[in-house]
């Protein structure tokens, strides 16, 4: 799926920012964003409150249209190309669940939007992937905060994508549910995925994040990471599935040539 | 974009809305009640002989119509606004046409099942024959419902993220939709009437003119309305 | 050189603001001193001058309204909102007029002040639809929503303008399509165009520039909070 929408034989970044930049009204929020996120690897974005961060995943996700530069997915701009959204997958703030539905429905809803073959054995993967499978037939208004997360995560990578945008995805997740998240996120990353995620977090263990990235409005700044309990803890003491939860259900990318 | 997978994606959108609309009840109901209450409230004060009524009760009725409606249209696009999940249908390989014809459809089907109330409603309340044609009645409310649609799901796109949107989809709504309001009325009035006139006719191809224009600019630029 | 510059720019500005006064007031007393009085109305025809003026003046408004606010959606550049904005502005002012002066015009012609004929309807409509732009443009506080409100309401609004036009001769009313006139009155309507163009333009010009500083003070406003 990937393979068909890159140039045979040329190195290229799964994702690629050059140049971007985005105003509100008159305002700049952010110019000279240079950006670049190769398979297999975590990006953290962190900034002071209003630095655009949001802002800037969305523009990456191609979700908004930057005011200047542009976004290479694959090395091509594929902004507004249907094939090419199915690189990219995107946890935002919310969790961009229908309330109204079942957690099973939601996903369906999803699969079929992608027009995934087999939508419904899709969803009932996922929802095991993410621990959900008992909950698949509540309501989506009915599941706490942190289930609804997972759902939002089953939901972006449900379709299989080459990066995963996640916005602030530790928000309201307890103890057990950050484990799970780190858990989750390293083996996507095992599995040749390519990730960002923006977050307030400051504390990154060397083993989890590979890259820090500070936003800030004349353009983005490397930050070394530090280790940090969280790659102390990563594995420790945690079952063969929780270590592995994606193992099951999404195949690993070949790397890039 | 295949047809094919466009003509899925708008299958699947519409139903998405219905079950969400069914089981959470959120503005159809409303739309209904208010619907009702406004043909009582407008029928009781208008005291006058059947000649009279004929010319008054057919822009009563879409007047019903267009306020009833604002309370659907309002919720339209805050659903799909409350989670974010605008925004990731928006990243799925669907064109915004397609969301905005699914959205439409929604909307004429709401309008269809509030007509369907209120139309016997005025028949019951007026003693007026609003269905003496009921081919040609349907014809004028196919091509209002069709008008009302596509600005109101334009409008109720623009306005999703404002805080005071309750207040400003009335108003952006009322001076565009007066066209299609008018001529529908107009066409009406002389459905009831004991003979057609040809005047019938023009006011038809002029509500069918802006339903036509409101459509084809609505699917045109609903791509930069929900565009960041 | 800023000094220089700045002193030319207003010499320039007063020249032009001098030469718009000046076709107006000759437009004005060609009105009253040149055109000869109609037989039928007498004096009162004279609001045909101003009213056929306006009505121009604000068709080409609205025009500018719609290409401005389709610019604006290609280019997503401000500045083509701003001229979009102030040509909606002055397009309904030109509408207001050409409503009222037509009430006045039909009081003396046919003894109402208003009849649900369909140009007189479209007039009506078409100025609910711009001032309708103009309150939803002062409602929004956001410049870039505020853009894309009036843009698509603007493109919106722009389908009345057909049936405004051509509404005499699909719906057959009272309202006059071409009537036959004097030569000389039909110079005084040509001289009164150019006038009313010109002053309503310039009016359009100096409204876009207040919109332009306004934002400016606004973006700088939200810098310092």
Redesign the interface.
């Known amino acids: 799926m990937n393979e068909e929408l890159s140039p045979a034989g040329q190195p290229c970044y799964a994702l690629e920012a050059r140049n971007l930049s985005v105003v509100r009204g008159n305002r700049v929020v952010f110019q000279g964003v240079n950006l670049t996120l190769a398979s297999g690897e975590i990006v953290a974005l962190i900034g002071c409150n209003g630095a655009g961060k949001t802002t800037l995943l969305q523009c990456l996700a191609g979700a908004l249209r930057p005011a200047g530069g542009e976004v290479l997915w694959q090395g091509k701009k594929y902004r507004k190309c249907p094939a090419a959204r199915r690189l990219v997958g995107f946890v935002g703030h919310e969790s961009s669940l229908y309330l109204a539905l079942t957690a099973w429905e939601n996903l369906l809803f999803a699969a079929r939007m992608w027009g995934i073959d087999a939508p419904e054995k899709r969803a009932e993967d996922l929802l095991t992937m993410v621990g959900l499978e008992d909950h698949a037939a509540q309501t989506t208004s009915l599941l706490s905060r942190g289930m609804r997360q997972r759902l939002a995560i089953a939901r972006a990578v449900i379709h299989d994508p080459a990066m995963v945008l996640l916005d602030e995805p530790f928000t309201s997740l307890d103890v057990d549910g950050r484990k799970w998240l780190t858990a989750f996120l390293c083996d996507l990353r095992k599995r040749n995925r390519a990730l960002i995620l923006a977050t307030h977090e400051s504390v990154y263990g060397s083993g989890f994040v590979d890259r820090l990235v500070s936003l800030r409005a004349d353009g983005l700044r490397e930050i070394q990471p530090s280790p940090g309990p969280e790659a102390r803890d990563e594995g420790r003491g945690a079952r063969d599935e929780d270590k592995e939860p994606t193992r099951r259900f999404l195949s690993p990318l070949a790397p890039r040539p | 974009?295949q047809p094919g997978?466009a003509l899925?994606?708008f299958w699947?959108l519409v139903v998405?809305d219905l079950?969400?609309e069914f089981?959470?009840c959120r503005s159809w109901p409303g739309m209904l009640l208010l619907g009702l209450v406004l043909v009582l409230l407008l029928e009781m004060q208008v005291d006058l002989g059947t000649h009279e009524k004929q010319q008054v009760v057919s822009g009563l009725l879409w007047l019903d119509v267009f306020f009833a409606g604002t309370l659907m249209v309002d919720r339209l696009f805050s659903?799909e606004r409350?989670?974010?999940?605008w925004?990731?249908l928006?990243?799925?390989?669907?064109?915004p046409t397609a969301v905005f014809f699914a959205k439409a459809t929604v909307t004429i089907l709401a309008l269809v099942l509030l007509e369907c109330v209120l139309v016997p409603a005025f028949i019951v309340f007026s003693n007026i024959p609003l269905l003496r044609r009921p081919l040609c009645f349907l014809t004028v409310a196919l091509l209002a419902n069709l008008g009302y649609a596509s600005?109101s799901v334009?409008i109720s796109a623009?306005?999703a993220?404002?805080s005071?949107r309750s207040?400003?989809l009335p108003?952006?709504l009322?001076?565009?939709m007066?066209?299609v309001i008018?001529a529908a009325a107009a066409a009406t009035r002389f459905l009831v009437a004991a003979d057609l006139d040809e005047q019938w006719w023009?006011w038809v191809q002029?509500l069918g003119?802006?339903a036509v224009?409101?459509t084809t600019?609505?699917a045109l630029?609903f791509e930069?309305?929900v565009?960041? | 050189m800023r000094i220089t510059q700045s002193v030319a720019n207003t010499w320039k500005q007063l020249i032009v603001f001098g030469l718009v006064f000046s076709l107006l007031a000759g437009a004005i007393l060609m009105i009253f001193l040149y055109a000869p009085t109609e037989a039928t109305m007498g004096h009162a025809q004279r609001i045909l001058y101003l009213h056929v003026s306006v009505t121009w003046c604000g068709l080409a408004a609205c025009l500018a309204m719609g290409a401005c606010s389709a610019a604006y959606m290609m280019s997503r550049n401000l500045v083509w909102d701003y001229w979009s904005q102030a040509s909606t502005e002055v397009g309904c002012l030109c509408f207001t007029i050409t409503l009222a002066s037509g009430s006045l015009w039909a009081h003396e012609a046919w003894g109402v002040w208003w009849t649900w004929e369909a140009r007189l309807t479209s007039a009506l409509v078409l100025w609910l639809m711009l001032a309708g732009i103009c309150l939803a443009r002062a409602s929004v506080d956001d410049l870039q929503s505020r853009a894309r409100i009036g843009a698509v309401l603007a493109v919106l609004a722009i389908c009345d303008l057909p049936i405004l036009i051509m509404a005499t001769r699909w719906f057959r009313g009272v309202h006059p399509i071409a009537p036959q006139m004097d030569p000389r009155m039909r110079i005084v309507l040509l001289g009164a165009m150019l006038g009313f163009t010109a002053f309503f333009a310039l009016l359009t010009r100096q409204r876009r520039s207040q919109i332009d500083l306004a934002a400016r003070v606004l973006t700088v406003e939200r810098m310092g909070e």
Do not use: I, W
């Open positions: 974009m997978h899925k994606a699947r998405k079950v969400c089981r959470l659903g409350e989670e974010g999940c925004r990731s928006l990243l799925y390989p669907v064109s600005v334009v623009l306005t993220q404002l005071h207040s400003l108003l952006l009322l001076p565009l007066t066209p008018m023009r002029l003119c802006f224009m409101f600019l609505g630029v930069f309305v565009e960041d």
